[in-house]
C-alpha cells in the first residue's frame, strides 16, 4: 500500500494504447502519482472491492471510458455511486464518445467532468490537482 499522502491515479479502458498514452501525458506533464490501470469495468470493481477491505490505496480520480465490453462505464459509475464509501470518489469518463446523451448520462450518474481521448496535458493536469483536492482527508471506512 502506498504512503497515505501519495493518492493513486486509476484508469479504467479496454483500450491497452488508452491506458498508456493517459498515463504517458500525466508522467510527461509532471503528475508524479501512482497509476493504477484497470483493464475493464470488472477489473475496476474488484480493485474498489480490494480497497474497501484495507488491502489497497483508493484512488484520487478514476479515468473512465464509457464503451467497454462486459461492465461500461455507466455500470462501474452506477456501482461507485450505489456505495456509500465510495460514492464521492472523483470521477472523469473519459472516452471518444462526443454523443449529448452520453454527456447527460455521464453527469446524471454522477460523474466530475467528461473528457475526450487525447486531451492536452495543459488541460488535463489541473483537472488532476483539483480532483485530488477534493479527495476526502481519510479513505472511506
Known amino acids: 500500500m502506498q504512503p497515505k499522502d501519495v493518492i493513486p491515479l486509476m484508469i479504467v479502458d479496454d483500450d491497452p494504447d488508452a491506458h498508456f498514452l493517459l498515463s504517458r501525458t500525466l508522467i510527461s506533464a509532471g503528475v508524479g502519482n501512482p497509476i493504477i490501470s484497470a483493464n475493464g469495468g470488472e477489473e475496476a470493481v474488484h480493485h474498489f472491492q480490494n480497497c474497501l477491505q484495507g488491502k489497497c490505496a483508493w484512488p484520487g480520480i478514476v479515468f473512465l471510458d464509457i464503451k467497454m465490453p462486459g461492465m461500461d462505464g455507466f455500470d462501474v459509475l452506477k456501482w461507485l455511486r450505489t456505495r456509500e464509501a465510495l460514492g464521492k470518489t472523483v470521477v472523469a469518463m473519459m472516452t ?4 449529448p446523451r452520453d454527456v447527460s448520462q455521464a453527469f446524471t450518474l454522477g460523474a466530475h467532468t467528461y473528457l475526450n481521448k487525447g486531451i492536452k496535458p495543459e488541460i488535463l493536469v489541473p483537472i488532476v ?4 483536492k477534493l479527495m476526502p482527508k481519510s479513505p472511506p471506512a
Not at 96 to 99: F, G
Not at 129 to 132: C, E, P, Q, V
Open 96 to 99: 471518444t464518445s462526443e454523443e
Open 129 to 132: 490537482h483539483s480532483a485530488l
